[in-house]
């Protein structure tokens, strides 16, 4: 049967929306990119804030529209959405053929009339690039876990996919090895939290241990990318660990959300505002090359402009190379929605603004240090035309951070290797020209 599939949210929910893809080809279906060619529209949805909940939802009204024509004959909604708010949605979508929620894949499955073989993954299947939910084979998502024993106050997570479930270590390495011979270079760690990995299953945090096993297992030009790390359990000892591994990058995301320990406090995470600045310091001065990202919360409830003023003087002292910044929104369920002291949305909004601003600053700094230095680039994009190429860096996580444009780059291909020296600098990205490195010149 031909399926239109359509994968939203986040990075982890596209390794879901692979594994789905891989689980209905094997099972005789097809995957189409055109509602024209498809009998069945399926989507895997998200539902972490509100703005998703409403994009998810039009997409489902649009899909609708398409079976009202006679476009399509069956929808099919899966995901984080289902799982949220499955009740209401049956009410308000009486067309959609079946419900399934985060992980259901067997049930979807036997709905259509195949059988289940095992999670499979797309690539090894042989299907086109262009239908998998991430188009770039040369780097993909690694996903430790799922669910998350944390409860932050104002996180819908638990309540979507409940508590932390680890896969084990062998089998993350073998799925890691598989990615890697279908021509992977670049494997990025996700979770809700890579520093709690394992704990279910091993009875303590265990992502040393994964890390060295995947040390051990893959080739040692492989990138390791480390995504969101709780700031609590990282450690000097733990950077230094990084330090020593012959494939993981030097560069964490940090997810700290504030630095005001009340704020922390009513976010229910540790106020621990001296440990997050002494461990983004320790990082610095270990290696001033080191790449910092993390994410920061504006408008929590209770946050007052002195509040909001020490996240602005923890970016200026902490020069860190990459911030992602979101407005709080109040989510249904969440203890923080019904916290007093809701701060206006245009106040959020203007904090949000001058965060970005201060941070621009900063980033644009942290980019410069960088110009004469020569980088390896992994190729994601080349334009034959203006003769230039797109890749990343090891600073550069896809999609969140920014990229370096390799001037006279025409002749590469994407997925490949190339170093680059670095010629200018802007607010987000780089600028490099390919050549032979000059004698000194550290390739980082």
Request: hydrophobic share 40%; proline share 4%; aromatic share 6%.
């Given at each position: 049967m031909n399926i239109l599939f359509i994968s939203m949210g986040c990075a982890k929910n596209s390794v879901d929306s692979e594994r789905l893809i891989g689980l209905l080809a094997a099972a005789g279906h097809k995957i189409v990119g055109d509602a024209v060619d498809a009998r069945v529209g399926l989507?895997?949805?998200?539902?972490?804030?509100?703005?998703?909940?409403?994009?998810?939802?039009?997409?489902?009204?649009?899909?609708?529209?398409?079976?009202?024509?006679?476009?399509?004959?069956?929808?099919?909604?899966?995901?984080?959405?289902?799982?949220?708010y499955e009740a209401e949605l049956r009410k308000e979508l009486p067309s959609v053929d079946l419900w399934a929620g985060a992980e259901e894949w067997d049930k979807i499955v036997d709905f259509l009339g195949g059988e289940s073989t095992g999670a499979t993954s797309c690539l090894s299947l042989g299907l086109p690039r262009g239908l998998l939910p991430e188009n770039r084979p040369w780097s993909r998502y690694l996903k430790v876990g799922e669910g998350c024993d944390t409860f932050c106050s104002y996180c819908t997570i638990p309540l979507i996919r409940g508590r932390l479930r680890s896969v084990p270590i062998p089998r993350l390495v073998n799925e890691a090895r598989e990615l890697c011979a279908s021509g992977a270079r670049e494997l990025c760690l996700v979770g809700q939290d890579l520093t709690a990995y394992g704990r279910d299953i091993y009875g303590e945090p265990a992502v040393d241990k994964l890390l060295r096993a995947l040390d051990e297992a893959l080739p040692p030009e492989t990138w390791v990318r480390l995504l969101y790390l709780h700031p609590d359990r990282v450690t000097p000892d733990f950077l230094d660990f990084l330090?020593?591994?012959?494939?993981?990058?030097?560069?964490?995301?940090?997810?700290?959300?504030?630095?005001?320990?009340?704020?922390l406090a009513a976010m229910n995470?540790?106020?621990?505002?001296?440990?997050?600045?002494?461990?983004?310091?320790?990082?610095?001065?270990?290696?001033?090359?080191?790449?910092?990202?993390?994410?920061?919360?504006?408008?929590?409830?209770?946050?007052?402009?002195e509040r909001f003023e020490r996240v602005l003087e923890f970016l200026e002292e902490a020069e860190l190379d990459r911030v992602g910044a979101f407005v709080y929104s109040?989510?249904?369920?969440?203890k923080a929605a019904l916290l007093p002291n809701q701060v206006p949305d245009r106040v959020k909004e203007e904090r949000y603004n001058?965060?970005?601003?201060?941070?621009?600053?900063?980033?644009?700094?942290?980019?410069?240090?960088?110009?004469?230095?020569?980088?390896?680039?992994?190729?994601?994009?080349?334009?034959?035309?203006?003769?230039?190429?797109?890749?990343?860096?090891?600073?550069?996580?896809?999609?969140?951070?920014?990229?370096?444009?390799?001037e006279a780059g025409g002749a590469l291909v994407p997925g490949a290797w190339v170093d680059a020296t670095i010629v200018d600098a802007v607010e987000h990205d780089l600028f490099a020209r390919v050549e032979a490195p000059k004698l000194g010149a550290p390739v980082i």
């Open positions: 989507i895997n949805t998200c539902a972490f804030i509100q703005e998703a909940v409403k994009e998810n939802v039009d997409a489902i009204l649009d899909l609708e529209l398409l079976k009202e024509r006679g476009q399509l004959e069956k929808i099919i909604v899966a995901g984080c959405l289902v799982n949220r330090s020593r591994t012959k494939t993981v990058l030097p560069y964490l995301d940090i997810p700290i959300q504030h630095i005001d320990d009340g704020i995470r540790a106020p621990a505002s001296a440990h997050i600045k002494d461990i983004f310091a320790y990082a610095r001065r270990r290696d001033l090359f080191f790449t910092l990202r993390t994410t920061i919360m504006v408008g929590f409830p209770g946050e007052t402009e109040p989510e249904e369920g969440t001058r965060l970005m601003e201060v941070q621009s600053h900063i980033s644009r700094g942290r980019n410069a240090l960088f110009v004469d230095r020569t980088l390896r680039v992994l190729v994601e994009e080349v334009d034959r035309e203006n003769d230039v190429a797109w890749g990343r860096s090891y600073r550069d996580a896809p999609e969140v951070d920014g990229m370096v444009c390799v």
